[in-house]
């Protein structure tokens, strides 16, 4: 049976997109990068309808939120994530990138110490230290093939009298564990018996490979929610990442003002009407289009691992519980993370976001949000590159 996924997407050279770009210029179309999280499918048909309704309107002046939108975002949370969240919290803001920094400037002081999660997204560590905030790392720890918050770690660090906030990552980008409440309700109690605030990133929450459940962390209970912000957006779930469009959920509204602040004053709180009418179209429209990706993305990611079983006996490929981005260890070809760059991308013309960025250098992060063909000859080219140098059966 044909799949939608399965069909070719144009190459998107000379279209400004970020992925591409990063390229080396003048490789074949044919040569898909697998690195920044935006999928190489087009969005759900009821968004491409909405957006194409908004462009021929011609009108597209300065934009807000109304009704319809707190609908369909709270209609979303309530039937996919159980959460009922209140109008009164939404701050909406650009991307939750923006939003995360922000709530940094809004809700901490200068100096502040700030937990992040290591391997973690990039803009973690630069949101601390950009903001003149001080970065803690806590690792997260590899125990038996699956990732593990290191709590005892927590518990020391989440202690000290500098640290105010953590930046948490649920569903965590790279390494695709979905936690679970326990582990949720134990770091929520950690983070209140210190007074450390949890900013927590769930731009990932609708990713997630049967039978995991994302949950919400403010979803865990009163107590919880007065010490989160949230940050939210649809643009991972239906692909909207160029629109612009995030909101973050203060429960508290002291927070809450603060943040509205900060936004105001730092200018990422303008909106386009075409991340507004994709928001309302994808979350009132497109779960059924997300299920079948969900199902996609979980076959690419067997695929992927059963590739790497046979030709790589060596690498670990994380379980994929949520996010479509694969998390893999290259350290068994023995390269050093430089050459094994240059490996990847002069010689296998695989283009992977490296781990180095992430805090794990010789780790590599797939993008498996792409036709199985792009994989299965991204595969293929990693291991007739590695055989020309001895590194595969
Ligand atoms: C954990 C995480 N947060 C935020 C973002 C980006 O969010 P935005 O584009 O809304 O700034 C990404 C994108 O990859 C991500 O993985």
Redesign the pocket.
């Known amino acids: 049976m044909e799949c939608q996924f399965d069909r070719a997407v144009p190459a998107r050279v000379g279209v400004e997109a970020e992925k591409w770009d990063l390229m080396k210029p003048g490789l074949s179309p044919d040569i898909v990068p697998l690195s ?2 935006d999928m190489e499918f087009a969005s759900p048909p009821a968004i491409i309808e909405a957006l194409e309704d908004t462009a021929r309107s011609g009108l597209w002046g300065y934009t807000g939120w109304g009704d319809r939108y707190f609908n369909a975002l709270r209609g979303w949370m309530a039937s996919r994530h159980r959460w009922e969240i209140q109008r009164e919290w939404v701050v909406r803001v ?7 920094n922000a709530a940094v400037r809004a809700l901490t002081r200068p100096g502040d110490g700030i937990v992040i999660q290591p391997p973690v ?1 990039p ?1 973690f560590f630069r949101a601390v230290r950009d903001n003149g905030r001080t970065l803690l790392e806590s690792p997260l720890r590899l125990e038996n093939g699956r990732y593990e918050m290191d709590f005892q770690d927590l518990e020391e660090k989440l202690a000290r009298p500098e640290v105010t906030a953590l930046i948490l ?1 649920s569903p965590h ?1 790279p390494v695709g564990r979905v936690w679970t409440e326990e582990e949720l309700r134990r770091l929520g109690d950690l983070c209140l018996e210190n007074h450390v605030l949890v900013i927590s ?1 769930e ?2 929450c609708d990713l997630i490979q049967p039978p995991f459940r994302h949950i919400p962390f403010a979803s865990l209970g009163e107590r919880y929610a007065q010490n989160a912000v949230t ?1 939210t ?1 649809c ?2 779930t239906f692909s909207l ?1 160029g629109l ?1 469009c ?1 909101n973050m959920l203060v429960p508290d509204p002291d927070r809450k003002a603060a943040l509205d602040a900060e936004v105001e004053r730092s200018g990422c709180g303008t909106y386009s009407i075409f991340g507004v009418r994709a928001l309302e179209a994808g979350y009132e429209q497109c779960g059924p289009w997300l299920d079948e990706l969900i199902a996609y993305v979980g076959e690419n990611h067997r695929y992927l691992r059963a590739f790497m079983e046979q030709h790589f006996p060596g690498v670990f490929v994380a379980p994929l519980e949520g ?1 479509y981005l694969a998390w893999m260890d290259l350290r068994p070809l023995g390269l050093d993370p430089k050459e094994q760059a240059r490996f990847l991308e002069d010689e296998a013309l695989l283009y992977l976001s490296h781990g180095a960025g992430f805090g794990a250098p010789g780790f590599e992060r797939v993008n498996l949000a792409c036709p199985r063909s792009v994989l299965s000859a991204a595969l293929e080219r990693l291991l007739s590159a590695a055989r020309k140098r001895g590194l595969a059966r």
């Open positions: 920044v999280a650009n991307g939750v990138v923006q939003g995360l997204y803009p990552c980008n990133d731009i990932h940050g957006a643009s991972k990442a612009c995030a996010t």
